[in-house]
Structure formats: C-alpha cells, structure tokens
C-alpha cells in the first residue's frame, strides 16, 4: 500500500515574519524556511504505518521552487522512500497545489495521501479538502487518530464538539491535527541515507496543470501594536476600570 504525503516549505515557526516595506508580502529573504509543522506529523504517520508493516511505500510531493528539494531530504531522512518536487517559480496557492496533487496521484496511485490541516504561511486549511473534491476521493480533516487496514480507514477527527470517527474506503484524503503523533527528530546516519535517495523533478507543464494564481494580494500590514498590561491593586479597582472606563460591563 503507497502513501502518499505532501510537504510544503514554510517560514520556519520560530522565525518572526517582516512585512516588506511595499507591503505586497512577507520578505523572505534570509530567512530561516522549514518542512510546515503540520507536514512533518503527516511524515511521521506514514513512516510509522509502513514501520508497522501497512504501508509499502511511503512518497513525498513538494510544489514549489528548486528550494523545497531542503524539505524533501529532510522527510527523507525521517524514513521516506522518495520524493517528487513539482518545480515552479509561480507562488502556488492552494487551488493550484490541489490541481498538481491530483495529478500526482492519477500518476503515483497511492492508497492514501496525507497533508497538514494548514500551512502556518497561508494559514488557508484548503488544499486537503480541495484535492479530495477533485478526485472525488473521501476525506478526513483534523486527524488525531489513524487505523488503516486493506481496504478501509478509521479516522478521529478533532471538530468543535469534540471527536468524531469516520471509516472511510480508500484510496481516501486524509490531514493531520497535531495531537496525531510526536514526530521523530532525523538521525545523522539518516540524513547522509537521504542524500542518495530519489528525489524527482517534474514540472507543471509535464502534469498538465495550470498553477496560475487565482487570488490577488491587495495588501499586507503589521498587525495592530497592543497596548501594555495594567496592574490593579485588587477586584474592585478591577471592576471599576472595566465598568467606568472601557466600559465592557
Ligand atoms: P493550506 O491549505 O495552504 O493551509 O495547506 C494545507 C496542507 O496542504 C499543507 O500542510 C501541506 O500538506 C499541503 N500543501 C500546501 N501547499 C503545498 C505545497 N506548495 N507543496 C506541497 N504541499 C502543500
């Protein structure tokens, strides 16, 4: 059985993001960029279910620039078999990593393909949903829990309520929450395995997919500085700044 897990470059998580001074975007030049958190928990179910003799084939999908080839090691020193690097120079957006996706998946036939409940640049939530709907594959979002066994998939999915369990046929679409697993850090002996592992090269024209930007950025600003803390001396002075001055009760 193929899994199939896609990774996205992101602005690393510890990174603190600068506002270019046009305000078209987040500058992003010498900065540290990493595999999105979301994504290194969707590697590490894949490699554990093929540790734990489920999975055959555990395959990584990046779209973007020649620059995510750093995140693709990365999984494949966590226990991936290969990689295929989707290359561009366009700034994907969710809509065309779904459209490459699918693609990918017509290509590689995996039984499951796993993603992040969200990329922590774009914050869309999008490209898990979006690809199930163009394969018309099930789905399930937000997972904390993974069973999957011949034919089928049992998922714990963290909404408002609290769980819920679905079964799903495969080949289904499946994103991680972040209380699926712990994932593993990458030994030095792994990291120099991954160097001579494959890692594909394809290009949207050899998919046939049309990666071209649907939404336009207006702009990007600084969010509002807070205003610092006050100390208050006790309850009552408490509930009287709130009554009689911001007057929120
Ligand atoms: P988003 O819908 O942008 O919040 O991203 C959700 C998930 O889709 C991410 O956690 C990744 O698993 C996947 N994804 C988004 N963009 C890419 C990309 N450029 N390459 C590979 N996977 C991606």
Do not use: H
């Not at 603190?16 to 960029?33: A, H, T």
């Not at 499946?174 to 494959?198: E, V």
């Amino acid at each position: 059985m193929k899994v199939l897990v896609a990774v996205k470059r992101v602005i690393d998580y510890n990174a603190k993001p600068r506002v270019k001074p046009d305000g078209s975007g987040i500058d992003l030049s010498n900065v540290k960029m990493s595999m999105n958190p979301f994504d290194e928990i969707a590697v590490e179910e894949a490699v554990a279910l093929k540790e734990a003799g489920i999975a055959s084939e555990v395959v990584l999908v990046s779209i973007g620039t020649q620059a995510c080839q750093d995140v693709l090691r990365t999984g494949l020193a966590l226990g991936a078999d290969r990689a295929i690097l989707v290359q561009t120079d366009i700034q994907v957006q969710p809509l065309g990593v779904a459209k490459a996706l699918k693609a990918i998946c017509e290509r590689e036939q995996p039984s499951l393909l796993i993603l992040g409940k969200q990329a922590i640049d774009d914050d869309a939530c999008q490209t898990g949903q979006a690809v199930a709907a163009l394969l018309g594959w099930p789905q399930a979002t937000f997972a904390s829990n993974v069973e999957l066994s011949a034919d089928t998939v049992v998922v714990t999915r963290e909404v408002d309520g609290g769980l819920e369990i679905r079964a799903l046929s495969l080949p289904a679409v499946i994103t991680t929450d972040l209380r699926l697993n712990t994932p593993r850090y990458a030994s030095l002996p792994n990291i120099m395995k991954a160097k001579k592992k494959t890692l594909e090269t394809l290009s949207a024209t050899e998919l046939s997919v049309d990666l071209a930007p649907r939404l336009k950025t207006v702009s990007v600003r600084e969010p509002m500085a807070r205003a610092g803390g006050v100390l208050v001396a006790d309850v009552k002075a408490l509930i009287d700044k709130l009554r009689l001055e911001a007057k929120v009760i």
